[in-house]
């Protein structure tokens, strides 16, 4: 009695997991069988993080473009571990290799789990290319994504620039350790270190949490009240209401303050019109998608080749530029180059009064 | 020879005794980081990271009051993250489609309230491992939360909201933070119904008069519900404040937080082997994580160091644990 | 019926614990199971407790079904248990009122603050009934010793009217004094119409206070009888499961070593219990001899089972016609023998008659009433006159009186003032007993006084002790040997005792003469003037 009853608790919750994760992922499922089909899967990290969504947004953008002029119509499948698991991802490139597509493109959680499955998917003669994050030791055969190292001078010249060249900094980055991460941070340093005015003067965790991030920028302005720089490593603390950080904002508003921050999310490009940051160094989130599938039509259809990296190239968004960031995220239509973002000069005004 | 013997085992009794007086080493511990970072450290004293300590302890301390009641059981409750989140982010939809403040935050307790009682029920009716059904129920709520935003923050949160965590009151001429206050009417409602009414009183029972209790007719199944469904609201009541105060419902929100909940409440004695529980132990020990990791911040610690130095605390806390237990059965 | 079990079945595994239990009970029967351990009733009580849920079958209160686990305290069902289960962190008074705190407000009752001075008074009142003495009311429970803690598990059960108590043998850890006590609480729950289901391993408790004993041997009830009409030795024979009922009846000799060896074991078991209060070993020790009383039981009955019924008859029957002798000589042979004598005297009054032979008639008429008191004697040999009008008590009384005219020895009676009614064979037997016993005093102690006792050492269980200052028994006694010496007064006491379900006991006083004892069972008494 007792034990039925028990059974049919641990069937009714291993059914719910099983819709739960059924219902999670949006898939197409593959047009069976059609000579003139090419079905990319698109794999990001994880569900949970909102800008994959815009690059899935691009990605089928550009299918629709290559399809219907005679070429193969283009399928994008969407499928993504809900939180970022390696292991995970893993399976879901192992499922995906089994299901049969045409070509798998892929943002690896960790380079060296990725390997397998996309040596093995490449043996399998599915071509694979990685965006965003890469695995430079498996046989994918491109990648395209943002140089870290560059996009961290980039932002240190922005900040640099914002400063007037002297002044305390600090930092805020995510876990520590994550390589892209490490890598802006040291592409930041290599340029800021050429600056002898310039002292970074604390570094700070966020663990990647939109609360503990809030609390360490406040606690580090406390902290250090002299600082006139900030460069976020990740959009993190930003994410907050106004008023969540009053010692940042406060300083902010008085112009003492200059902040660099990572991405180009709408509440940011808010942030920065209004004057709280000043300059936004982004990848290009859109071209995840839009231009990997063009990259990957090229491989498959036309049979282009392509070097081992391909630079994405970054948005640099400064006051100069960001209405016509705030007006792609409004249409999502980012097919259009950003203005110049220094022209005119967006120091100027606040810098040099 | 045996005077020496005799001496030296009446200090180790005495060194156990005050050991074993958990809230009283807390605090002694909160007393002496606050003297010494004090000193060093001139803006910890100062009023504005007063406040802002008090602000960011008050969410943990409340879930670590519910999650506190759960591990005197002998249970755990995993969930408390997620719970968090959820009410959030029930709420804060509920705001955005123009709901009242009362009705929002009502809602959000209710789905706090709801995950408590779904793992109550299924830890104390049905009988299966704590773990497992908070472990499930994390995932669940945590898929929800997903669910619901989409993925995406869920922002412009009115301020009449907000105000439960980002306001202040004046108090006694200063100013006291409004989720503090919050805190307090909680502690002090949770105490009175631990300390004097007979639930409280069975609850306190449980780990170690189950079998007595089941004689005397008591419903241990509703027991633990209860305790489940309590440790719920608390996370929730804590998720509310946490969403007010940053303005803003993610839905990656207090991921990890059960690790700093727990924390906080076995650093305050909330545990089956530890006999004298409290309230204030768990309160005084979410006060001492928070200081802890406040002062290690301030000082400049490099952050690879400090996520070690709360583990290191912990493992002290069931240490001394172990070590009162063990020396109390010698004594005896 | 107040309580119905039906066909509970519970199993460990392959291992049944309880196998097809069936019974059921009215408001006010006292009930009583004995088994050996592991014979299942700790598992039958915490079935019907609420506790353990059965495999099969179905147990209805007031014939309403119960579905398991279920709150037996609100069904006004009470359970002491074996060993006491409270709660060590709580003190006296929170144990006794563990699950029943009295406070406010009434509903919901979780959110009930109680209200420690009133529960205190009524703690006090409990724990005075139990004569128990507890240092304080907030000791905690856990530095009170076995037998206070067990103290404050049967006072849990007196702070609320129940009507149905199920006790599991509590008192292994009870000195005597509460096992007494104990005892009285159930004859007094019995009073008051609340049913009774106690579990025991103790015969003596079982017997003194149950109306119907249950026996469980490997999880069945193989014994369902009313205490009255059963005797120690079947239940034994029940508990360790003889096959045949009837090979159990223990004969005169055999019997004699038996009672003796179980009198030991009787000792040893309660210094056992004095000496140390720990249940596992005891229940051991119980076991192991239970065990070798079983083994000689049945060696020992084995052989002589017709020879005891035969005996059993011929003492029946020699009763029954002593019973018709008596009462042949005291209807027809005084009855002739008196209207002889007023025909003589009718003869002496005529006047045609001579002097001489009227002296003749005289001392014919005087021989001849003596006759008459010497028949008349014998008559009450045969069958004591007054038993039968005035109960044992007094036939004993009168005719130790007459036999201290006889034969010049003093006997000094002390017979207990309520010994109520028995059922006559037993009276009988006992009168009997006294008898033999006094002329085996005359006959060979050549003592000068007797003290005879008779009393209840405890209930339905009634003793006589015979004790005199003469020579005493010779060193090698043994009743074998007497009997073939031709000495049958202590032979037949033995077999009387045997028969009965008694046991005897003859040891040398100290101070010179022997002390004879005999205990015999008996079912509940009519009280006199009730």
């Known amino acids: 009695m007792g034990l039925l009853r028990r059974w049919w608790i641990w069937a009714g919750i291993i059914g719910l997991v099983i819709w739960l994760i059924g219902s999670g992922p949006r898939s197409e499922p593959p047009a069976v069988g059609g000579p003139r089909t090419l079905t990319i899967a698109w794999i990001p990290k994880a569900m949970n993080n909102p800008i994959f969504e815009l690059g899935y947004k691009g990605a089928v953008k550009r299918a629709a473009e290559l399809s219907g002029h005679g070429g193969p119509d283009v399928q994008v499948l969407y499928v993504a571990p809900v939180a970022a698991d390696a292991a995970e991802q893993v399976r879901i490139m192992e499922d995906v290799i089994v299901r049969g597509v045409d070509a798998i493109a892929i943002s690896c959680i960790d380079p060296v789990a990725c390997k397998y499955p996309i040596d093995k998917a490449v043996k399998a003669g599915i071509p694979v290319m990685t965006w965003d994050s890469d695995s430079p030791q498996s046989l994918r055969f491109t990648s395209w994504g943002i140089d870290n190292y560059r996009a961290g001078q980039v932002a240190a010249y922005l900040l640099v620039r914002a400063m007037g060249g002297r002044g305390k900094v600090a930092l805020l980055t995510g876990v520590p350790g994550a390589y892209n991460l490490e890598e802006r941070i040291r592409g930041f340093r290599s340029l800021t270190s050429v600056f002898p005015d310039i002292e970074i003067v604390a570094v700070a965790v966020s663990n990647e949490d939109i609360n503990l991030g809030v609390q360490v920028v406040e606690e580090t302005m406390l902290a250090h009240p002299d600082l006139n720089g900030w460069f976020f490593v990740g959009m993190w603390p930003?994410?907050?209401?106004?008023?969540?950080?009053?010692?940042?904002?406060?300083?902010?508003?008085?112009?003492?303050?200059?902040?660099?921050?990572?991405?180009?999310?709408?509440?940011?490009?808010?942030?920065?019109?209004?004057?709280?940051?000043?300059?936004?160094?982004?990848?290009?989130?859109?071209?995840?998608?839009?231009?990997?599938?063009?990259?990957?039509?090229?491989?498959?259809?036309?049979?282009?080749?392509?070097?081992?990296?391909?630079?994405?190239?970054?948005?640099?968004?400064?006051?100069?530029?960001?209405?016509?960031?705030?007006?792609?995220?409004?249409?999502?239509?980012?097919s259009r180059p950003l203005p110049n973002p220094f022209k005119p000069d967006p120091f100027r005004p606040r810098s040099y009064p | 020879m045996v005077t020496r013997v005799s001496r030296a085992l009446r200090l180790q009794q005495r060194w156990y005794r005050f050991l074993s007086n958990r809230e009283g080493v807390v605090a002694f511990l909160l007393l002496l980081m606050t003297l010494v970072l004090g000193t060093r450290m001139p803006t910890f004293l100062s009023a504005q990271n007063i406040l802002n300590v008090a602000r960011s302890f008050s969410w943990i301390a409340v879930a670590a009051v519910g999650e506190g009641v759960v591990l005197l059981t002998g249970g755990i409750d995993l969930s408390v993250g997620s719970t968090m989140a959820l009410a959030g982010v029930v709420a804060a939809l509920l705001l955005q489609g123009g709901t009242p403040v009362a009705v929002a935050v009502f809602a959000g307790l209710a789905a706090g309230l709801l995950i408590g009682f779904v793992n109550g029920s299924l830890v104390g009716r049905m009988g299966l491992p704590p773990f497992i059904v908070t472990l499930g129920t994390m995932s669940v709520a945590r898929g929800i939360v997903f669910g619901l935003t989409g993925g995406w923050p869920v922002r412009d949160l009115p301020w009449a909201f907000r105000v439960l965590g980002q306001g202040d009151l004046p108090f006694l001429g200063g100013?006291?933070?409004?989720?503090?206050?919050?805190?307090?009417?909680?502690?002090?409602?949770?105490?009175?119904?631990?300390?004097?009414?007979?639930?409280?009183?069975?609850?306190?029972?449980?780990?170690?008069?189950?079998?007595?209790?089941?004689?005397?007719?008591?419903?241990?199944?509703?027991?633990?519900?209860?305790v489940y469904t309590f440790s719920g609201f608390m996370a929730a009541a804590g998720g509310l404040m946490m969403t007010a105060r940053l303005g803003v419902a993610a839905p990656t929100a207090a991921v990890g937080y059960e690790i700093d909940i727990i924390a906080a409440a076995i650093l305050g004695g909330a545990s089956v082997a530890h006999r004298g529980w409290s309230l204030w132990g768990v309160l005084l020990g979410a006060g001492l994580l928070q200081v802890l990791r406040n002062g290690l911040v301030l000082m400049g610690v490099h952050p690879y160091w400090q996520t070690g130095v709360v583990g290191a605390m912990l493992l002290a806390a069931i240490l001394i644990d172990y070590l009162v237990a063990r020396g109390s059965q010698v004594g005896e | 019926m107040m309580l119905e079990l039906e066909h509970i079945r519970k199993s460990f595994g392959k291992l049944p614990v309880l196998d097809d239990v069936s019974f059921s009970l009215g408001p006010g029967e006292v009930v009583g199971i004995a088994g050996k351990n592991g014979a299942g009733k700790t598992m039958l009580l915490s079935v019907i407790a609420g506790l353990e849920p059965p495999d099969e079958g179905h147990i209805r209160v007031d014939r309403v079904p119960l579905s398991w686990p279920f709150c037996a305290r609100a069904l006004g069902i009470e359970f002491i248990p074996q060993s006491p289960v409270l709660a060590d962190d709580l003190d006296v008074t929170g144990n006794i009122f563990l699950g029943q705190e009295i406070g406010w407000p009434a509903r919901p009752r979780w959110l009930r603050v109680p209200n420690r001075r009133r529960m205190d008074e009524l703690a006090e009142q409990a724990l005075a009934t139990l004569e128990a003495h507890i240092p304080s009311l907030r000791e905690r429970v856990a530095y009170l010793s076995a037998e206070q803690r067990q103290l404050v598990a049967i006072a849990r059960v007196l702070i609320r009217p129940a009507r149905l108590i199920l006790v599991d043998d509590p008192t292994a850890l009870l000195s005597t004094p509460y096992q007494r006590k104990l005892l009285h609480l159930i004859e007094q729950w019995r009073d008051r119409g609340t049913a009774v289901l106690f579990a025991s391993n103790d015969l003596d408790h079982l017997f003194a206070v149950t109306d119907r004993i249950l026996v469980l041997r490997d999880g069945r009830i193989v014994m369902d009888v009313s205490t009255d009409e059963t005797t120690r030795e079947e239940v034994v024979a029940a508990i360790v499961g003889m096959r045949d009922r009837g090979e159990v009846t223990p004969i005169i000799w055999a019997v004699d070593s038996y009672y003796r060896a179980r009198e030991e074991a009787e000792k040893l078991q309660h210094q056992q219990r004095l000496l140390e209060k720990n249940l596992a070993a005891q229940a051991l020790l119980r076991e192991q001899l239970l065990e070798q009383l079983s083994l000689q039981i049945a060696a020992l009955d084995k052989a002589n089972r017709a020879l005891q019924e035969a005996q059993r008859r011929?003492?029946?029957?020699?009763?029954?016609?002593?019973?018709?002798?008596?009462?042949?000589?005291?209807?027809?042979?005084?009855?002739?023998?008196?209207?002889?004598?007023?025909?003589?005297?009718?003869?002496?009054?005529?006047?045609?008659?001579?002097?001489?032979?009227?002296?003749?008639?005289?001392?014919?008429?005087?021989?001849?009433?003596?006759?008459?008191?010497?028949?008349?004697?014998?008559?009450?040999?045969?069958?004591?006159?007054?038993?039968?009008?005035?109960?044992?008590?007094?036939?004993?009384?009168?005719?130790?009186?007459?036999?201290?005219?006889?034969?010049?020895?003093?006997?000094?009676?002390?017979?207990?003032?309520?010994?109520?009614?028995?059922?006559?064979?037993?009276?009988?037997?006992?009168?009997?007993?006294?008898?033999?016993?006094?002329?085996?005093?005359?006959?060979?102690a050549q003592a000068t006084e007797v003290e005879l006792r008779v009393y209840h050492p405890s209930p339905r269980m009634i003793a006589i002790t015979l004790a005199d200052n003469g020579q005493g028994l010779p060193e090698d006694f043994d009743l074998a040997a007497a009997s073939r010496a031709g000495h049958y007064g202590l032979l037949g006491i033995s077999e009387r005792v045997a028969l009965l379900g008694g046991r005897l006991s003859l040891k040398n006083r100290p101070g010179g003469g022997l002390l004879l004892h005999v205990e015999v069972p008996h079912p509940r008494p009519l009280r006199e003037g009730i």
């Open chain 2, 175 to 226: 100013r006291v933070p409004v989720p503090v206050l919050i805190l307090a009417v909680l502690v002090l409602a949770s105490s009175l119904l631990l300390n004097l009414t007979l639930l409280g009183r069975y609850i306190r029972l449980l780990p170690r008069a189950e079998p007595a209790l089941h004689l005397s007719g008591v419903d241990i199944g509703g027991l633990k519900q209860f």
């Open chain 1, 238 to 334: 930003l994410f907050a209401e106004r008023g969540a950080m009053p010692l940042w904002e406060s300083a902010a508003q008085s112009g003492r303050l200059k902040t660099v921050a990572f991405d180009t999310l709408p509440v940011e490009l808010e942030l920065l019109r209004d004057g709280y940051l000043s300059g936004l160094v982004g990848q290009k989130y859109w071209g995840w998608g839009y231009e990997t599938v063009r990259i990957i039509y090229e491989h498959v259809v036309l049979g282009k080749q392509f070097p081992p990296f391909l630079d994405s190239g970054m948005d640099v968004v400064t006051r100069s530029n960001v209405d016509a960031m705030i007006r792609a995220w409004k249409t999502h239509d980012f």
């Open chain 3, 314 to 444: 011929l003492l029946t029957e020699r009763e029954q016609e002593r019973k018709h002798l008596a009462r042949e000589l005291h209807d027809q042979v005084i009855q002739d023998l008196l209207s002889i004598n007023y025909q003589l005297e009718d003869l002496a009054e005529a006047r045609e008659v001579p002097e001489s032979v009227k002296a003749d008639l005289a001392r014919v008429r005087e021989d001849i009433r003596g006759l008459v008191t010497e028949v008349r004697r014998i008559c009450g040999d045969l069958r004591p006159p007054t038993i039968d009008s005035l109960g044992l008590g007094a036939a004993i009384r009168s005719y130790a009186r007459e036999w201290q005219e006889r034969t010049g020895i003093h006997v000094r009676v002390d017979i207990e003032d309520a010994l109520g009614r028995l059922p006559e064979p037993i009276e009988l037997s006992l009168f009997r007993i006294v008898q033999e016993g006094l002329n085996n005093v005359w006959k060979h």
